[in-house]
Each structure stands twice: as C-alpha cells, then as structure tokens.
C-alpha cells in the first residue's frame, strides 16, 4: 500500500524537556514517519507525516486525547498552506470575507515567493492578482517565483525597468509554460487598442496570468473581480492602507525622463 502524507499541527498545552522526543517515540512506536517539522507561531508545532493507512492516524487521535502536554489542532491531509508552514514557520493569513485573498508583507517575501512558485507549478489558466504601494516588491516576487517554478516569463505591460506595453508577440513566446505579467495600470490608462486584442488572447491561453493592481485592471475593463483565482495583498507594514492615489495624477510627459517600450 502507497504510503500517503498527513499534516499534524498540536499546541503545546505544558512545555517541558523531552516533549518533542515522546511525541516522536509515540510517532514511532505507530509506525509513523516524520518527514518535517518546524515550530509554527506561538506555542504550536506542525508536522508532516507519512503512514500507510487511516488507522495509524485514527490510534494517534485516541492516543493524544488522553495526554496533557499538548492539543490536537490540525490533523488532515496536507494543504499547501500547511507545507508551507512547517517550511517557514509561520502560517499565510488569507481575508476573512474572501477566502481567495492572501496577505503578505515585506518581511515575508521569502515565503510570498514559494507560496507564488507552487501556484505557478500547477497546470492550466490560473488569473492571480497582486495588490500594492509602488516599490514594494510585487514585479521583483513574480519574477523571483517563475524562477523557483522553472517557468519562463513575460511582460506584456511593466514599468519594472521602463515602461513596457506590448501589441504583439513572436510565435515563441505562446506557450503555456510561460508566465504573463500584466501591469492593470499601464494597460487600462497608457495602452492602445491593439494591446487590448493582446491581452484579450492571452486571457484566453491555458496559461498562469498575474496582474498588478487588479483593481484598476477591472475598472476599466470588461473583467471582474470574480474572474480572479487568487488576490495576493502585499504591504510594507501589516496597517499599510493600499491606495491609488498616483494614479490620478496626470500622464507622464516626453520630458520628465522616463522612456517606453511599446512593440
């Protein structure tokens, strides 16, 4: 029988020396293997486990519930919120009204990267949003996850370096291992008709789409909110308020120094 991966997550109910190494022997003496382990913030600790059948996690239940020392909170199949917890430690915090809304901030770029990566790993259309002040870190994360996730990226509309807004693409970069990154600011106030017919077909290819500033992407577009698989907040401070008040102010012009790609 294939051996299958459980996520345990305990809170730590009375530390004290030798805690960890009698909850391994239990793990042992269950036939359990520890693939991971890591604290996971305050007094709790995750695990990932690897066993051959329920009734090995249904012993370890009955067992835990008569010990003192800790607290069951988390014992499931592992999501990959959880993997990522027992690698860095610390838990993503998604919004309370919409569960597809993640938030970050600069301290966890570390763990936004992996977290993106693993998105990008998976197959097909996925739409991904990413929210915040300018110089933050947004572009610098995307372009860092395609990198961990092996895919090759491309940007459609970007002020990364200089402004870059793209009417067209060379038959090489179709593909559905490519990684499209979209600025929502320069495409809906800069760009032209022609880019729109670009962004509409690649909206359209099985493929991972990120847009900066979804807000404004969808405000002036025929696209929702609801089109969103995930809306990824990232601030420099947790009580950082997201604005968009540069937005409005008005369009750059030929002599304040910044140059454009537009091809």
Known sequence: MEKKEWYLEYEIQYNRPGLLGDISSLLGMLAINIITINGVENSHRGMLLLCKNEEQIDRLKSIVKTMDTIKITKLRRPKLRDTLAVRHGRYIHSDVDDRKTFRFIREDLGLLVDFLAELFMKDGHKLVGIRGMPRVGKTESIVASSVCA???????????????????????????????????????????????????????????KVVEHPDIFVQESEYKMEDFDYIIELRNTEDEEITYETVEKPELSPNDGFSMFDF
């Open 150 to 208: 092996n895919k090759r990226w491309l940007f459609v509309s970007s002020t990364l370096l200089k402004q870059t807004i793209r009417s067209q693409l060379i038959e090489d970069e179709y593909s559905e291992d490519t990684l499209y990154i979209i600025d929502g600011i320069v495409s809906t106030r800069r760009a032209n008709e022609k880019h729109w017919q670009l962004v509409r077909e690649i909206m359209r290819l099985p493929a991972t």
